[in-house]
T-cell receptor
Framework: AQRVTQPEKLLSVFKGAPVELKCNYS??????LFWYVQYSRQRLQLLLR??SRESIKGFTADLNKGETSFHLKKPFAQEEDSAMYYC???????????FGQGTRLTINP | EAGVTQSPTHLIKTRGQQATLRCSPI?????VYWYQQALGLGLQFLLW???????NRGNFPPRFSGRQFPNYSSELNVNALELEDSALYLC???????????FGPGTRLTVT
């Protein structure tokens, strides 16, 4: 079965500290993973995808197939990073996204 | 570029009634997805429509149904409402890259 697990519902760090939001997945096919973000009073939006190996707003995420993980990282957190973050797995052929439960990140000043 | 729009913003129904939720995708997008975000359950995939056809559905009972119109807008219908149907219903649209889904603001359905 396809599953995405985000073990932390809440994560709180201080401004300037490193951030790591954990994501683990279970999928028998070739995984395509994404991070979506929802800022306060805004819509859910795509943050980054593993295929592009890009850095968006200072965030990066590396797909580790051995550990079936796709953790989101940022070396120095900023207050505007406070948001709800969802890890998502794209199911080939079914064209649907399987989302994790989400992690609410709070950056303290 | 106008984003995905959904109506109504809020909907209050009583148990047993029917609810109809509407979604207009981004211009040029042919695929529409529906998700349910219930408290504590995260985002659950409901339905995918493309080119007017239902292409895939999630693990929801048949009383959750919908359709896509020729202009690619979509309706989600929930029949015989139950209390546990209370949730935020999100619509998303995409073009040829299904993972790059653009979400609407959602419709908050409350069943009393």
């Amino acid at each position: 079965a396809q599953r995405v697990t985000q073990p932390e519902k809440l994560l709180s760090v201080f401004k300037g500290a490193p951030v790591e939001l954990k994501c683990n997945y279970s999928y028998s096919g070739s995984p395509e993973l994404f991070w979506y973000v929802q800022y306060s009073r805004q819509r859910l939006q795509l943050l980054l995808r593993h295929i592009s190996r890009e850095s968006i707003k200072g965030f990066t995420a590396d797909l580790n197939k051995g550990e079936t993980s796709f953790h989101l990282k940022k070396p120095f957190a900023q207050e505007e990073d406070s948001a709800m973050y969802y890890c998502a797995l794209s199911i080939q052929g079914a064209q649907k996204l399987v989302f994790g439960q989400g992690t609410r990140l709070t950056i303290n000043p | 570029e106008a984003g995905v729009t959904q109506s109504p913003t809020h909907l209050i129904k009583t148990r047993g009634q029917q609810a109809t939720l509407r979604c207009s995708p981004i211009s040029g997008h042919t695929s529409v997805y529906w998700y349910q975000q219930a408290l504590g359950l995260g985002l659950q995939f409901l339905l995918w429509y493309d080119e007017g056809e239902e292409r895939n559905r999630g693990n929801f009972p048949p009383r959750f149904s919908g359709r896509q119109f020729p202009n690619y807008s979509s309706e989600l219908n929930v029949n015989a409402l139950e209390l546990e149907d209370s949730a935020l219903y999100l619509c998303a649209s995409s073009s040829y890259r299904p993972y790059e889904q653009y979400f609407g603001p959602g419709t908050r359905l409350t069943v009393t």
